[in-house]
């Protein structure tokens, strides 16, 4: 016959004394009394036929007893406590580590994440500007944002929303330096991104005037930083419609010239292929397609 053991109850009294060295402590931890959590100790005590507590009239410390039981007890009740966090955790170890632009990021996907843990509470996600242009062949990440001109090749890769380019500037600057027509960049400064050098070609190519030289130049990092420089009429910027959006309707941006390019670039939803099935990235995929549709 398997030996009878004490009550779970006392055991779990005695080890939150035992951890905390407080009575009080014990009792808040465990939700009852001071009292309680005395009765509890006494009454293992009893059933061991051992004291573990040596008190006196301030304090208490334990007995040789009392310190074996509990370096045998303290790791049983941790290891109970980490089952139940694993238990309680649903679909919490549901977490989707993702990379994407930073400028994505900030300027349309964080707005939005709120929605998105309201229908996916079960998810988790774990966003990375920093690690973008990693590649999905390591475990550092699940899912990549990609903005390409043409699908990645040995991953799932998706087309999620085509991009549409077109010059943005501060309404100030604008008063000041009017940007009328084409020809009116070349007394403006013109704000590239280094990670797309060829989308001002691009579309200076389209309007007919690849030719055309500005008065100056600056290059930046990240889409937000020249979309931010625009902002505050340092120069002329290759805007894109989701990342602009807010900046237009509020009036930080101005969009003097009507040519768009349209679909030379892609956001490509990737990952590795045998993932593409896993439940909580399909569930991304689905309500990212259909954000970026709405």
Not at 142 to 154: F, H, N
Not at 168 to 182: K, Q
Not at 238 to 261: H, K, N, Q, S, Y
Request: glycine residues 6%; hydrophobic residues 45%; proline residues 6%.
């Amino acid at each position: 016959m398997a030996e009878r053991l004490p009550p779970l109850k006392s055991i779990e009294a005695f080890v939150a004394v035992a951890e905390t060295m407080s009575y009080a402590k014990a009792a808040r931890a465990l939700n009852i009394t001071k009292s309680a959590v005395s009765r509890r100790i006494q009454a293992l005590e009893l059933d061991l036929g051992v004291r573990l507590l040596h008190r006196t009239n301030r304090a208490f410390e334990l007995t040789d007893a009392g310190g074996d039981y509990f370096k045998a007890t303290g790791p049983a009740f941790d290891a109970l406590r980490g089952a139940g966090r694993m238990l309680n955790r649903p679909a919490r170890n549901s977490m989707v580590r993702m990379s994407l632009p930073e400028s994505f990021a900030s300027h349309w996907l964080i707005p939005r994440l709120p929605r998105f843990y309201q229908i996916h509470q079960d998810i988790e996600l774990q966003l990375d500007s920093l690690g973008y242009f990693q590649n999905l062949d390591g475990d550092n990440i699940d899912v990549a944002i990609r903005v390409s001109k043409e699908p990645l090749g040995g991953v799932f890769c998706e087309p999620i929303a085509h991009m549409v380019q077109f010059p943005v500037a501060s309404p100030r600057l604008l008063d000041r330096t009017p940007l009328r027509t084409v020809d009116d960049l070349h007394g403006h400064t013109l704000l590239h991104l280094k990670t797309m050098p060829d989308v001002w070609p691009e579309w200076l190519e389209a309007a007919g005037r690849r030719d055309l030289t500005a008065a100056k130049t600056q290059h930046f990092d990240t889409m937000s930083l020249s979309l931010n420089a625009a902002a505050n009429g340092l120069g002329v910027a290759m805007g894109e419609r989701l990342l602009c959006r807010e900046d237009i309707e509020a009036g930080r941006l101005a969009t003097p010239l009507p040519l768009r390019l349209e679909g030379r670039r892609a956001l490509y939803f990737t990952c590795r292929r045998p993932d593409a099935t896993k439940a909580p990235i399909r569930k991304l995929r689905a309500w990212l397609a259909a954000e970026l549709a709405a």
